[in-house]
């Protein structure tokens, strides 16, 4: 009898057991530790970890800033190198890393012949894949707003040379290529020079800028809008810290080349010098 009385008194006690269990592991599994809990990391410490939570509305009406603004301080950074093959030498490069969207990016050491970032063109920002999506879809009365350009640098061949290619490529195939001086030019916009095109179908415009030596140290390729380039784009090559930059943008920016420029050359300049102060 005593047996059984205890059986029939530690059943419902050996279900209630297991019913605090489980809501124990329930409580847990939410985070909840009958403590006091952590204080919530704010938006401006996640960018400083590498996090890019910038919205839409931010990353559109931010005024123009400092595009070193992300580096020193507590911010995350990554240092690699970039490998210039063609003149057998490594540049050291050490960037804020919430502008390395990839995580193998993210890596410290690595050498790369060439790296990629993705910028609003108006202040600096960052700016991802999903975020140029999102971009699109909060403008649908002007859907093809592009605000956002693309960096990227490597090791490249002469910019003389770059020009000559460019213009062998104005009617959209590949043409004989010749020095670009054997080319007439006129005064473009913007300050530009402009090559003048060869007879014959034109799919893109080819400006350049030449030092104080006569030199090219600024060449840009526009694409003409047609049915096959809807929304043409620009590419503007020039030499900065040590490595070559082609900077795509599209042809709406092209006033501002100059600015766009310097804004590079800034970033870059921080990229490349660990020690100065910023």
């Given amino acids: 009898m005593t047996t059984t009385s205890i059986s029939r008194l530690s059943r419902p006690l050996l279900i209630t057991t297991l019913a605090l269990s489980m809501l124990a592991l329930v409580l847990v599994g939410a985070g909840y530790s009958g403590t006091k809990s ?20 931010e990353l559109l009406n931010t005024p123009p800033s400092d595009p070193c603004q992300f580096f020193g301080g507590e911010n995350a950074m990554v240092e690699w190198f970039i490998e210039m093959d063609l003149e057998n030498k490594l540049i050291p490069m050490r960037v804020p890393k919430i502008y390395l969207e990839d995580k193998p990016d993210h890596e410290e050491g690595v050498h790369h012949t060439a790296q990629l970032f993705r910028i609003i063109l108006d202040n600096f920002l960052p700016v991802t894949r999903s975020q140029t999506s999102a971009i699109h879809r909060a403008q649908p009365d002007n859907a093809h707003a592009r605000q956002y350009g693309r960096l990227l640098v490597g090791d490249y061949i002469e910019l003389r040379e770059i020009i000559s290619l460019m213009i062998s490529m104005m009617g959209g195939r590949f043409d004989e290529r010749r020095p670009m001086e054997e080319f007439p030019v006129t005064p473009g916009p913007y300050g530009l020079t402009k090559v003048l095109p060869p007879a014959g179908n034109l799919e893109r415009n080819v400006y350049f800028r030449t030092g104080s030596d006569g030199n090219p140290v600024t060449a ?8 096959v380039s809807r929304y043409p784009t620009c590419n503007m090559r020039f030499r900065a810290s040590e490595v070559d930059v082609n900077v795509g943008f599209h042809v709406p920016y092209l006033p501002r080349w100059a600015a766009i420029k310097q804004d590079v050359e800034r970033f870059l300049s921080c990229a490349t010098d660990f020690e100065q102060e910023r």
């Avoid at 952590?38 to 509305?57: C, H, L, W």
């Avoid at 840009?220 to 047609?226: G, L, P, Q, T, Y």
């Fill in 220 to 227: 840009i390729e526009c694409h003409i809008k047609n049915e």
């Fill in 38 to 57: 952590s204080k919530p990391v704010s938006r401006v410490e996640q960018r400083a970890a590498g996090i890019n939570n910038f919205t839409v509305d």
